[in-house]
């Protein structure tokens, strides 16, 4: 039997969380919570208890050792603990680390997925993340090493960068440095699937201006073909009339 579930929240309003999210938090008996998730989401489990685990709950520094933990303990003590992540849990979620830690203790778990942050900020703006013929790659990066360093990548059409909002001005200059032309379009989304997200454009070279309109916000930032927008006119796909009545059939 499945004692642990660990369920991506989605990245913003409660509403974004799945089905089977939203069932799996009507039968916890506790749900150990990152700090950013929506406190609507509480609603799904009154009975349980909430606790909060993310950053603002613990030091940085022993937070995921707390977490593992915590699992553990919960899971040992019966009943169904529901580890609610944001976003997806296994997009920058470390979730590898508290799978490790349950499969070391014996506990059965299960994860559920989640709406990450780029396909809601995808969402939010609009702008598909694929384009047919143009668009027929994604990569979801860190800009940032385990080490603290700052690194960018080159590796798809369109590329999103997460944990790099503090680090915009860097940013620009390694993507520069990855073979990024300056002047390609960047999408700057802060809050997606938040009623108060917010997105901006930018080039390449012009990144580091996007500080003062997201700081302080958590932000992905778009890079390539995925950060246009899509527009009638510079549409081939809309171009390609796809209502278009067929030839009438010739006649033998
Ligand atoms: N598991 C999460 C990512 C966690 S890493 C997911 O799938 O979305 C944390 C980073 O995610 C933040 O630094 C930021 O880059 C990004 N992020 C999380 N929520 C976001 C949101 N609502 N809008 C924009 N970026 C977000």
Redesign the pocket.
């Known amino acids: 039997m499945t004692r642990v579930t660990i369920v ?1 929240a989605g ?2 309003s409660a509403d974004l969380i799945t089905l089977r999210g939203a069932r799996a938090l009507a039968s916890a008996r506790v749900v150990l919570h990152d700090a ?1 998730i929506d406190p609507a989401l509480r609603e799904m489990a009154p009975q349980a208890e909430w606790i909060d685990v993310g950053k603002r709950g613990f030091c940085d520094s022993t937070a995921q050792a707390r977490i593992n933990a915590l699992l553990v303990q919960h899971a040992r003590a019966g009943g169904h603990v529901v580890r609610l ?5 296994s ?3 470390r979730l590898d680390e508290e799978l490790e830690a349950l499969a070391e203790a014996g506990i059965a778990c299960e994860v559920v997925p ?1 709406v ?3 396909i ?2 995808a969402a939010d703006l609009k702008r598909p993340l694929t384009r047919r013929g143009s668009g027929r790659s994604v990569a979801l990066s ?1 800009a940032m090493t385990r080490a603290g360093q700052l690194v960018a990548t080159r590796g798809a059409d369109t590329e999103v ?5 503090r680090q915009l001005a860097a940013l620009s200059r390694r993507l520069v440095g990855a073979g990024w032309p300056a002047d390609t379009p960047v999408a700057v ?6 009623p108060d ?1 917010h997105g901006s454009d930018h080039r390449v070279d012009t990144l580091p201006e996007a500080v003062v309109l997201h700081g302080g ?4 930032v778009i890079v390539g073909v995925g950060a246009t927008a899509v527009t009638v006119a510079s549409s081939s796909a809309l171009d390609s009339i796809p209502f278009a009545p067929l030839p009438a059939a010739s006649k033998p």
């Open positions: 991506g990245p913003g950013l992540k944001g976003g997806d849990p997009v920058f979620g989640g990450t942050a780029a809601a900020a860190t960068f997460y944990m790099a909002g989304v802060s809050r997606a699937g938040w997200q916000r958590p932000t992905v």
